[in-house]
């Protein structure tokens, strides 16, 4: 009866498609059964990630829509899956072991593991980024606010007008942050409790301290004025130390960055002598592997070297 069809079509090319038709059917089967529970891991997982950058924006002031932020996160993910592609793409198609490759170095960039800030990790690097920048301009302005209120006690003003004085005088954020608290206060949450409010979104030692010397000095009495100028002394005096230690520690840092940022350096160099010599780190197997290999490498190096240069205060 095969001799009614061309002769491709013979008995072990028909097997072949229906051994193929069998598995695009059982796929089919894995993925109507698993996908509504895949769908619900990748949603819960998103929506956890929008709600905690939504949450981090507002402790920032800041308004940002939730579909910017989901938003964010695709297009972080689909730029460095094509940036994965491109690094690859000197690799040959034709062999299935290099296929591995490439989809080894993609998912590394899309996912970021071990903390590294590429892909589904980046929007998050950025928002923390952004948290301790503000939180660092906080701590900056915390010296003049104590001096600010200190000075208003000495006045005669009280401490909510001291504090007011601050939103009114000081730039953001610490303005911000004074004028949330008062804001709390004037809608009938107590003073304490709105001070620790303000303790919980900084999160400082140097705003528990103060949060804490307030709300002491306010049930046993005490001069308020005498205490923000010995807190403010002791947080000048660390910030003094703080900044010995960082120029002590300045050459262990620069030499670090230099060690971790050599090869890269290198690699540009060779690139712009010999680009068909360096290219077979990227056009190879082998190249690769060591490229993973040096990758490594460096990142334990540098993770050591910071926790050598890196002094608590």
């Not at 829509?65 to 034709?94: E, H, K, N, Q, R």
């Not at 900084?202 to 205490?227: C, P």
Request: proline content about 4%; glycine content about 8%; hydrophobic content about 50%.
């Amino acid at each position: 009866m095969f001799h009614l069809f061309p002769q491709f079509w013979d008995g072990l090319t028909m097997g072949r498609l229906l051994a193929l038709g069998v598995g695009l059917v059982a796929w089919a089967g894995v993925g109507y059964f698993s996908a509504p529970k895949a769908w619900e891991i990748f949603d819960d997982m998103t929506h956890g990630y929008v709600r905690w950058m939504q949450t981090e924006f507002d402790r920032m002031f800041l308004e940002v829509s939730v579909p910017l932020c989901l938003l964010s996160i695709v297009s972080s993910v689909l730029v460095f899956g094509a940036f994965g592609m491109f690094l690859t793409s000197g690799l040959p198609w034709d062999h299935p072991g290099y296929h591995v490759i490439r989809a080894l170095v993609v998912s590394v960039l899309v996912a970021g593991p071990f903390g590294l800030p590429t892909g589904y990790r980046l929007p998050r690097a950025v928002v923390e980024w952004m948290w301790q920048r503000r939180i660092d301009l906080f701590e900056d302005q915390l010296l003049d606010a104590l001096a600010f209120m200190s000075n208003g006690l000495k006045s005669g003003l009280s401490l909510l007008q001291s504090m007011d004085m601050v939103r009114e005088e000081l730039p953001n954020p610490i303005s911000q942050e004074f004028a949330l608290t008062l804001n709390q206060q004037r809608l009938g949450v107590p003073l304490e409790d709105a001070l620790i409010n303000l303790e919980k979104r900084i999160g400082t030692e140097d705003v528990q301290i103060i949060v804490t010397s307030i709300n002491i000095l306010r049930q046993s009495g005490g001069n308020l004025a005498e205490t923000f100028d010995t807190v403010a002394n002791t947080i000048r005096e660390r910030k003094k130390v703080s900044g010995k230690v960082k120029s002590l520690t300045a050459q262990g840092v620069s030499q670090g960055v230099i060690i971790v940022f050599m090869p890269f350096v290198l690699a540009g160099a060779l690139w712009v002598i010999d680009p068909v010599l360096i290219s077979r780190l990227w056009t190879t197997a082998l190249g690769w592997a060591f490229i993973f290999l040096m990758l490594t490498l460096q990142v334990i190096g540098g993770v050591l070297i910071s926790k050598i240069v890196k002094v608590q205060v």
